[in-house]
């Protein structure tokens, strides 16, 4: 455990963390909200949108996606959470939120169901497309193939979600090591503002 923790960055103190919702189970638009968080027709305004329409706001997805900035110090730094289950939602929500994705560094994929990472092509595609470099984090266990039992006892095949190569190819860096941080510990590094490579 000690050499584990000798390995890992010490964490320091951000100065702020904004975490913007790209896709989850509900559009945000009539739902009560706490005080600290802004809602999704201010968002859209401020990306652009110069009527709410059904065009211009959120489509809620299964899954999750979330883009998160630090800063410390005045260096910021964007981390992706998740993509959710598909790319069309995904891109639209970007857009709809005025999101740069090229400004994205890092992808850090909690697990390996396609709610959270189906639209990772679509995502990494558009981050190259948009001047950016990113690292994806995975770990080998999420590639297994996966299926559904019905009541009925028949088994349906859930979707493969896309594969490091697939990912390579698309022009990420894929960290896929069992002995990689976790996607915990990439989530705790945007923390400590340092993406160490």
Same mark, same amino acid.
């Given at each position: 455990?000690?050499?584990?923790? !000798? ?7 951000? =100065? @702020?963390? /904004?975490? =913007? ?20 027709? !201010? $968002? ?5 949108? &110069?009527?709410? !329409? ?15 900035? !630090? ?43 396609? =709610? ?12 190259? &497309? =948009? ?7 995975? $770990?080998?266990?999420?590639? $297994? ?5 019905? &009541?009925?006892?028949? /088994? ?18 894929? /960290? $896929?090591?069992?002995?990689?941080? @976790?996607?915990? @510990? ?12």
């Amino acid at each position: 455990m000690a050499e584990a923790s !000798s390995r890992s960055p010490a964490l320091k103190p951000i =100065d @702020s963390l /904004v975490v =913007d919702v790209i896709t989850d189970d509900v559009s945000d638009a009539y739902v009560s909200k706490t005080l600290f968080a802004v809602s999704e027709f !201010s $968002n859209v305004v401020l990306a652009g949108a &110069k009527v709410i !329409s059904g065009e211009t706001l959120l489509c809620a997805n299964l899954g999750l996606g979330l883009r998160l900035v !630090s800063e410390a110090e005045g260096v910021k730094h964007t981390l992706m959470f998740d993509t959710g289950p598909e790319g069309t939602i995904f891109m639209r929500n970007c857009a709809n939120l005025g999101l740069r994705l090229g400004e994205v560094e890092r992808i850090a994929v909690s697990h390996g169901h396609w =709610d959270h990472m189906a639209a990772l092509p679509q995502a990494v595609e558009a981050i190259v &497309k =948009d001047g950016g470099q990113v690292t994806v984090h995975v $770990n080998p266990g999420m590639f $297994n193939e996966r299926a559904v039992r019905l &009541k009925s006892g028949k /088994v349906v095949p859930v979707a493969n979600v896309p594969s490091p190569t697939e990912l390579e190819k698309l022009g990420a860096r894929v /960290v $896929n090591r069992p002995d990689a941080p @976790s996607c915990c @510990s990439t989530t705790t590094s945007i923390t400590a503002a340092k993406f160490r490579g």
